[in-house]
Each structure stands twice: as C-alpha cells, then as structure tokens.
C-alpha cells in the first residue's frame, strides 16, 4: 500500500485558523467531560464516604488490567437533558481490558441521584448490552442503583427499548453462551434485582450491597414485614440461604479482586479472522487533524488528509480513484487490521453510490470491516439525476451497505443530513459502534437551509393571509428557528440523546475504531448475502 | 494485574506493561522500560534498565524475590494484593453454626465459655444415617449450645453459637 | 569425642559421663570446666594468682564495709544487683558525691526486680575492647600460647567479625597479654584448646573476663595466622601426644579477619530471619576460607543459632585481609534468607573500622551510619523483581497486543 501524500501546509493561515478553532472546541468539550465524571454536589460525595462505597471510577480502575485502555461510550449522554442533572446518564458504560480479555462494562454511578435510572440512563445500558449481544462480548455489571427514577417512569417503563430491554438482553446473552458477571457494590431494587439475578456469576459486597424486588420500606407498605436491609437483602443472606447471590466479598477491593479472578476462569473468545498487518503509526501526526478539519462546515476538505492521519503508516489503497470521486473508497490497516474505508468527498452521485455498493460487496466478500467517514450533505437532488436514477443508485447502495455482514463502523467527521447519513451507515444502519467529532452536526438537512425552509412555510402562510411582512418581521420569524434548529443538530444533542456512541477527541478516532473492531472480531462473521438491487 | 513488593520496609504498588519495544515497570510514579536476560552462572542475570547493564543474582521464592546486587542481598516481599483479599473473605464472620438437615445430636465436646479454635470440633450429629462432625467456622468463645446428646433438632436449628468477635 | 563448640563442650556433667563410660573427652578436665564455669570462683581464683582482675567489691562478703570497698574500687564503677541480669538495675556512678544514694537507689530497684537487694560493683571500663587469647595445654603443666584475637565487634553482646592480631596492642603488650593468658591456664594445668578472654581499657590496662574451656567460633583466624590446625592439635592432646609445638615457633604471620554469616535482618535490630536456601556460591580464591553449614534447599528455622557459616581471609596486612575480606562477602550469594553480608560489609567499609578504632560499644555508637540506605537501589529490585516474576508477566503477556500497546488510553 502507498503512503498518501498529505497537501497540508501547517503554516497556512486557514490551518492554524482551523487548529485554533478545534481546540477550542475541544478545550469545551474535556471540560464538560471532565465535569460530568467528576463534578458533584457535596453532599453526594460525602453520601458516597458516608457509605464507604467506592466511586464508579475508582471501581473502574480497580476491575480493569492496569495499563491497558477503556473505550467509554457516550460520556456525554444526557447533558441536554434534564437541565443537565444527570451526568454522563448516570452510568458509565464502555468495553475494557480485565484478566487480558475484553470485556463491556455497565457500571451505576451512584454519585448521580443514587445511581437512579433515567430514561437515558436505561437507553445507555440498553446500548451497552446490545454492543455486547452483537459483539458477544462478556459482560460484567457493576450494581449500584437506587432503581428506576419514579417521577419519570413513563419513559423508564413500559416501551420494548425501556427497563425490561435490560433483563431481556441479558438472557440473550445468556442464551448465546456469552457469560456474565455482577458485582454488587450497593442496593439492587425492584428490576434492578435481576441484574445480578440473571448474571452466570455475582458478588455482593458486605454491608453496601444488597439485592431485593422490594426494599425494606416497600415491604412495610406492602404486608406491615418490618425487616432491615442486611436480612432482606443483605451479602450474608443471598450467598448463603436464598442462593440469589454466587460470592460475597468483604469489602470493594475484595469483591474487585474476586472479579478479576472469575473473569480469569472464562474461555477466550475465538477471533474471527480478518487480514492483519504488522501494527505501524501513522506517518503523519493524528493531532494534524485539528487544522484539517475547517472551522466553517460548510468549507470542503479532502478525506484522504483525514484517513491519512487514523490509518497505519498513513498508506492507503484506493479503489477506483478516477471514478465517483466525491466518495473516496479503499484499503487500510487500522492498528494492524484490514479495514475498507468510505469517506465523502462531497455530494453522492449515481457514480459515487454505484462505486459505494460495488466496494460493500468487496469487503463483504473478503471479510474486511467497513469504516464510514461521513461528510454527506445527500444525494444529488434535481431532474437530471432523478432521470438518472440517483434513487435506484442510492437504493443500491443501501441495500449493499444494510445487508452487510461485516462490522460496520462510522465516525460522523463532520456533516451528516439527510439520506447521505443512511447510506453512509448512520445509526439506523448497525454500526458496531458510531461515534462523532465534536464539530460535527446530524439532521435531515443542514441548520440554514431547514431554518429557511420552515420559515418560508410560515411567511407564505401569513402572505395568504395578505400580511405584508417587513424584513425585520421576516428575520424575527426565522431567527428563532434557525437558533433552535443549530442546537438540535449539534453533536452535544446528538450525544445527549445516545444518537451515537460518544464525542470524540478526533486524534482519539484511531484507538477508538481499533477498540471497537477488535471487540467486534468476538462475533463471527457471516458468509455475504443481499436482498435485491434495483437495477 | 498488580504486586505490592516490600523493599526495606516500603511498600511498593507495582505493575508491568508491554509497549513495542519491551517491559515497562510502572513503581512510584515513574514508568521505566526494563529487560532481564539471563547470563553465565546460576539466578546470574543481567537487567538492562535505563541504559545501564546491571549485572545480579536472582533467586524466587513464593512469597519473596531475593537479588543480590553490587555485593548486598535484598529481600523484596511480593504480594499479590487480589490474593490476600480473596483469602481474607472465606468463612468469616460466622457466628451460628446451623442445622444442615434435621437429625439426633450425638455428642457435644464443648460447652458456653469455651475456648475454641476455628476447625475445633463443637459436636457430631447424625442425621439421614450419616454423622457429621460441626466444627467451629473460625477461633472464639463458645455461647450457647442448646442440644445435649440424643436430642432430636429441626433443619436450621442452631446447634451451637460463637459469641460475637470483638472489633 | 570431640564436643564441637556448643553446649557439650562446657558441662562438666557430659565429661564425668564420658570419663564413666570409659571415652575420652578431648578437652580440659571437669574440675577446670566446674572452676571455669562458676564466674565467682573462676575471677577469685585467678585474681588470688595475682593476675589482673577489674577491681570489684561484693556486698555479701562484708556487708558492713560494702560503701568504703565500693569507694576503693575507683569511678566510674558499676553497681549491680547480685541477683541481676539483663541490664536491670544497673548504674553508673563517676563522682563519689553520688555514690550512696545511687547504691541506695539500686538496692529498691534490685529489690523491685528480684526480690533481692544485694549488691555489688565493679570497676567501670570505658569504651572496653574484648581481646582473648587462645592457649593450648598439655595437661602436664605445659602451655603454649596462640596469640590474640580482638572481637569488639558485637551485637547483642554476640562477637560478629574477629581479627588477629589485634590492631590496639603495641608489641609489648601484645606478649604481657598472651603470657598472662598462658599463665592463667598453667595455674590450672590446663589440658586442651582454651580461651581467656580480657576486658581491655583504653589506657592499655586489661583485666581477666572469663576462660572458655573449649575451642572458639573465632578460632579460624588463629589457624590462618600461626597455620596450627587447633582441631588436630586437640585430638593430638586429647590422644596423649602432647604440644606439637614450642611457643618460640607459633609465629604470627600476616592477618586474618573472620565474619560470621548470619541469618538475621541487621536493619531491624538483628531479628533473626528464617526460609529456605534457594542459592549458595561461595567465595572462593586465595586466602579465602569458608566453614559453612548451608546447603541448597535447606530450612533456616529459628530453632538453631542464626548463624549460617564463618568467612574467614587472611591478608599479608590488615589493609589487605580487609581488602579481600570486603570482596569475598560481596561475591557471597546467598539467596532465600536474609542475612547480615551487607551490614558485615558497611562494617568492613567503616573509618572506625578501617583505622583499628572500635570497641565494644562501636556497633551501637555507629548504628545509624551502619544501618544507613546507600545508594538507592530500588528501581532496580523493582524491575528485576517484577521481569522476575513469572505470573506477573505472563499476565502482561496474556493481554492482546493492541490493547498492550495502547496502554491507560481513555477517551
């Protein structure tokens, strides 16, 4: 493979323009990160010594092989939701390294309202285990919550993606002999019982942990029982009469040790098989990326600078590079592993879709996972291209891409609107994982052109009415619009709602890719079928 | 995975990391890349560590790594802290000895204000036509031990009870 | 039968039972191991011989002239509870204006420990040196003598390194000491390898200790130097062939230094250490000698003496039995049970030592320069312990490459 030639001049105006720019979002971005990990209420923290619990970070550290990395998903969740109360959903989810095997991690923050669920907060598990599922990556859990936050139960509850999705993954898992294992560090209530219930193995913490379908208050209310936690619920109780509970351990670093010891007894997980290459850094420095990307999305920028700086040795091999141009398609190692790359060079085109679904069915073919770089504004719209058939070349691609049967994997690098975002494998289309930069923005179109568009609905509507309208009155129409439709096509929306798995750092978008195809690899791969193509 | 080593009354978290190259030894805030090869003569080694070539004597016990070194011996004391907290939590803090099944006390060999140590015989029941013997689940003082010999109990009954350990 | 240097070797009871069963104790009489045995005893008799003994007065045998005895032994003295031990109750008195309160307090205080008020005093020797002399006797009225030793390197009042000869006797002396220890053990008739053993002062003056009957841990570095084998010469006795030698043909010839090889932890106050010996090498080379009782394998418990073996150098000066004295116990591994090489080593190195200026109080007063951390070594048992350790490693092993290689990356 060639080393792609980077054009970049890191002494121009606009590149140290741009770098300025992404640093600064990305000095934001740390910031909230580092404030939804940490920064809480006094009292929570004194609650949490109180108990003498340990924080979900330090259990964190205390679980995984130290030295080794932790691929955290969506850190940012729910920090445009309820008034930012509920940091990171209030749980901390990921796929880490313990006893040399991966492993995806769901762990309760009990710093954030006791570990409470919120709808996000179950939408983030939910995610977490349908990682797992799909990755039949074990699983361990890491119990501490208050149960399901009550005032919000509607959207806790009832629907299939809701509460019961939790218990439901888990038996799949189960049922897929993918093991399990529970670490009881406090109170499991109600629902949250059967995470430890339906794990292969637990462990309950003396003293903090304890697992019951009723707490001690909910047992008075229900038959008068007056009982304290310990003998409803408590370690001593489950391991040793009701057999809910497999171990208990002493204190936390006990329970954490025991863990690494269980974790130790499971088989390995045989690797599906995929071409690899001698692991090399890029060529060119990944931090480049921060002057690369432009500071107005609207501006231009070749992919290849990009793949230049995630890729091994930053060499390349593009397929046709003379055609379809505004889709950038080829082959490279990602920390040693093949990978089929498509990234937009512009608008989709009939050629661009048709190169697209043809290099699908390649890497399916090979058994090479596909990484989508998306920088999509849509398909070419306009009589021209309908007449060509740009949506039966967009259905092609489609239909390659969804019927994909290798891992899939996307980073929104900068724009993703409209049905580009579907046939760039968008969260609709199983990505193992997806994750965004922090510039980036998703919606069905761009901010101005939908802000436009909604204001001319109204404006039109009022001109019918035979109002005319100055352009201050115009302008006061759409403002507010355009406001409110900038901020939910942001990334921190997009993040808050588990649109994708996370902000990234983009000189993290290497390591993060490399996590997750390698977690991906503990599924087998498929052998290549399609639905039909609209020829 | 983690060591605890004590070295001349200092305790040391360890750990070991792997990058391209080779070894890297994490201790005392400080990561530094490391190799040991074996040279000429018994637990002869050569410990290549921030561009020096130190030549020592190594021998491994169980529970302790003895070097000799520029003419001293040094004895480090490993621990595996995961290992000494797995032990810690079997069986502790136990302090009624409970019926397994119902059945017929055959002897007791103790009584209230006894000094037991843990695996020390209390009494033998039989039960389903097997005896068992109960022995204490750790040291302590026997309180109470309600059956006498040729009584009958009921599953769960507590056959004998330690008196609550002291903090 | 030869009763090594233990226990048997000084209980008259053992060499009446031999003399019963008809076997031949090779060593001195029981009369003079008795005599020998009894401190009292041994020290009147000696001083009654006119040899010199530390001035001393003891209250029980005049009860009434205690004070004024006390007085005349000199200052600084000593007084201690006749039924004493371990320290308890002992006090130095160096002005007489002190005397009988300080007499007075040490009877409440030997009254509070043991039951007993009785005191007596000695003469208080500063900073003392402990030089001994090794004799051997026909039984026939013969002896010979075999020179000095200096073994004022002690802790815990247990001799560590001995040498000979003695860096602080001047010729003269060094022939009045060894002709007193000879005449010491021709007033007895002595028969065998002996030992007596003088507390020697600062201003030269020395005084008789005590006798050992039997054949010392240190006499190594006698042999090194006069080239007797005191062993064969023993059994030579013991077999009625008498001394092997005159007294003008024992000659000292260059210096030999002997360092016990311990099994205890000299940076924790001595504690003895136990385990198991994983790996042994010797030094080996000229002048250098090892009388061990270590093998591979082998259990150090604490029901033995700590003691593992004896390094014993001999050097045609003392600069240079220092110099191989120093690079024989560094070339000496032993690994599974901690030992004092190192602590005999920073010994060998110090100024005091090196200089001939110790006496027995130079481990305590150099403690903190003895026990000192040199140079910071433990990156390197850090690393070398954990490449060493193979679970460790093969846990870092077992974890993928990538994943390796990423190291603590956090997103």
């Not at chain 1, 509920?86 to 991966?102: N, S, Y």
């Not at chain 1, 490279?332 to 043809?358: E, M, P, R, T, Y």
Request: net charge negative.
């Amino acid at each position: 493979m060639r080393r792609i030639q980077s054009r970049i001049d890191v002494n121009a105006v606009e590149y140290r323009e741009n770098y300025a720019a992404m640093t600064g979002r990305l000095k934001e971005f740390h910031a909230r990160q580092h404030a939804a990990r940490y920064e809480r209420p006094q009292r929570d923290l004194d609650r949490l010594a109180r108990q003498n619990k340990l924080t979900v970070r330090e259990r964190l550290e205390m679980l995984l092989d130290p030295g080794t990395p932790f691929l955290e998903f969506s850190t940012l969740a729910a920090c445009r939701a309820y008034d930012g109360t509920v940091p990171g959903a209030g749980v901390v989810t990921g796929i880490g390294i313990v006893q040399g095997r991966e492993v995806a991690i769901h762990a309760n923050d009990a710093s954030v309202k006791g570990g409470a669920w919120y709808p996000l907060t179950v939408k983030k598990i939910v995610r977490l285990l349908d990682i797992a599922i799909e990755n039949r990556l074990p699983v361990v859990h890491i119990c501490d919550s208050a149960g399901g936050f009550l005032p919000l139960q509607h959207g806790v509850f009832p629907d299939r993606y809701l509460g019961g999705r939790v218990f439901r993954n888990q038996t799949i898992l189960s049922r897929m002999n993918v093991p399990q294992l529970a670490i009881v560090g406090g109170h499991c209530t109600a629902g949250g019982a059967y995470v430890p219930a339906l794990s292969d193995y637990n462990i309950i913490v003396e003293g903090t942990g304890a697992i019951f379908l009723g707490g001690p208050p909910l047992v008075k209310a229900a038959t008068g029982e007056e009982v304290g936690v310990q003998e409803l619920g408590g370690a001593i109780m489950h391991t040793s009469v009701s057999g809910t509970g497999d171990y208990r351990a002493a204190s936390e670093a006990q329970a954490f040790a025991l863990a690494r010891e269980i974790v130790s007894q499971w088989k390995r997980s045989q690797k599906a098989v995929i071409e690899t290459a001698p692991i090399e850094e890029p060529f060119y420095d990944p931090q480049e990326l921060y002057g690369i990307i432009p500071k107005d999305r609207k501006t231009q920028f070749d992919m290849r600078e990009v793949i230049a700086r995630i890729v091994d040795g930053s060499r390349f091999h593009e397929y046709q590079p003379h055609y379809g141009t505004t889709l950038v398609c080829g082959f490279a190692h990602i920390w040693g592993f093949k990978v089929g790359i498509l990234a937009n060079n512009g608008v989709l085109f009939n050629d661009s879709s048709l190169k697209a679904a043809h290099f699908i069915q390649l890497c399916n073919q090979n058994h090479t996972p596909l990484i989508f770089f998306q920088n999509i504004t849509g398909f070419m719209v306009g009589r021209e291209y309908e007449e060509r058939g740009i949506t039966k070349d967009g259905a092609k691609m489609l239909m390659a891409q969804g019927g994909s049967v290798v891992p899939k994997f996307t980073v929104i690098a900068n724009a993703s609107y409209g049905a580009g975002n579907y046939g760039m494998c968008g969260r609709a289309w199983d990505a193992r994982t997806l994750f965004m930069w922090p510039q980036a923005e998703i919606g069905v179109m761009g901010a101005e052109q939908a802000a436009n568009t909604m204001a001319d609905v109204k404006i039109r509507q009022m001109q019918r009415e035979d109002l005319e309208l100055t352009d201050e009155e115009i302008a006061a129409i759409r403002e507010p619009v355009l406001e409110r439709y900038k901020r939910d096509v942001e990334a921190y929306t997009s993040t808050s709602e588990i649109w994708d798995d996370g902000i990234l750092d983009p000189v993290d978008t290497r390591n993060a890719l490399a996590m997750s195809i390698s977690a991906a690899l503990d599924a087998p791969i498929d052998d290549p079928h399609y639905g039909v193509f609209r020829m | 995975m983690r060591r605890l080593l004590e070295i001349g009354g200092e305790q040391i978290p360890v750990w070991l990391a792997h990058t391209g190259k080779g070894y890297v030894v994490h201790a005392r805030d400080r990561a530094v890349p490391c190799a040991l090869t074996c040279s000429q003569g018994r637990g002869a080694y050569v410990l290549e560590l921030e561009g020096r070539s130190i030549p020592l004597r190594l021998a491994v016990s169980e529970t302790a790594t003895f070097i000799h070194l520029y003419g001293r011996a040094y004895e480090i004391r490993r621990t595996d802290p995961a290992d000494r907290l797995v032990e810690g939590g079997a069986g502790a803090g136990q302090d009624s000895i409970v019926a397994p099944m119902p059945g017929v006390v055959v002897s007791v060999t103790v009584g209230p204000g006894d000094r037991v140590e843990k695996g020390q015989t209390l009494l033998v029941i039989e039960s389903m036509k097997l005896e068992t013997t109960l022995s204490a689940p750790r040291d302590g003082v026997v309180a109470e031990v309600p059956f006498a010999p040729g009584e009958g109990f009921g599953l769960k009954d507590v056959l004998a009870r330690l008196a609550p350990e002291e903090e | 039968m030869h009763p090594g240097y233990g226990f048997l070797a000084e209980n008259a009871a053992f060499v009446r039972a031999l003399n019963a069963a008809g076997i031949t104790f090779v060593g001195p009489t029981e009369d003079v191991i008795d005599l020998m045995g009894d401190k009292v005893r041994a020290r009147a008799f000696v001083a009654e011989r006119g040899f010199p003994v530390a001035p001393a007065a003891i209250e029980d045998d005049d009860p009434a002239s205690f004070v004024e005895r006390a007085r005349a032994v000199g200052y600084p003295l000593l007084i201690k509870p006749s039924a004493g031990g371990g320290g308890k109750g002992m006090r130095v008195v160096r002005e007489d204006a002190a005397l009988e309160a300080e007499i007075e307090t040490a009877r409440r205080e030997g009254k509070r420990y043991f039951g007993d008020g009785r005191l007596f005093v000695e003469r208080y020797i500063e900073r003392p040196r402990h030089i001994e002399v090794q004799v051997m006797g026909d039984g026939c009225g013969n002896v010979v003598h075999c020179w000095e030793r200096e073994c004022s390197i002690q802790r815990r009042f247990q001799k560590i390194i001995e040498e000979t000869p003695s860096p602080a006797l001047s010729p003269e002396q060094r022939t009045e000491i060894c002709e007193t220890a000879a005449g010491i053990a021709r007033a007895v008739n002595y028969r065998g390898a002996g030992t007596v053993e003088f507390i020697y002062a600062p201003d030269g003056a020395f005084y008789f200790l005590e006798m050992n009957t039997r054949l010392q841990v240190e006499h190594p570095v006698t042999e090194m130097v006069t080239g007797i084998d005191l062993v064969a010469e023993q059994l030579r006795i013991a077999a009625g062939g008498g001394l092997s030698h005159a007294q003008a043909e024992i000659r000292q010839t260059g210096h030999a230094i002997e360092l016990r090889i311990c099994a205890e932890d000299a940076f924790a106050d001595f504690r003895p250490a136990i385990g198991e010996v994983l790996l042994v090498e010797e030094p080996q080379g000229a002048g250098v000698r090892v009388d061990s009782g270590i093998l591979e394998g082998g259990k150090v418990t604490t029901d033995f003496d700590p003691m593992l073996a004896k390094l014993i150098v001999h050097g045609s000066d003392r600069a240079g039995a220092i110099a191989r004295a120093r690079a024989a116990v560094q070339g000496y591994v032993i690994l599974g049970v901690t030992t004092n090489t190192g602590y005999l080593d920073a010994i060998l190195a110090h100024p005091r030592f090196l200089s001939g200026d110790v006496s027995t109080g130079f481990l305590a007063e150099e403690a903190a320069v003895l026990t000192a951390r040199g140079e910071d070594v433990t990156d390197i048992l850090v690393a070398a312990t954990a490449l060493s350790d193979g679970r460790l490693v093969r846990a870092v092993d077992e974890i993928p490459e990538m994943h390796r290689l990423m190291g603590a990356w956090r997103n």
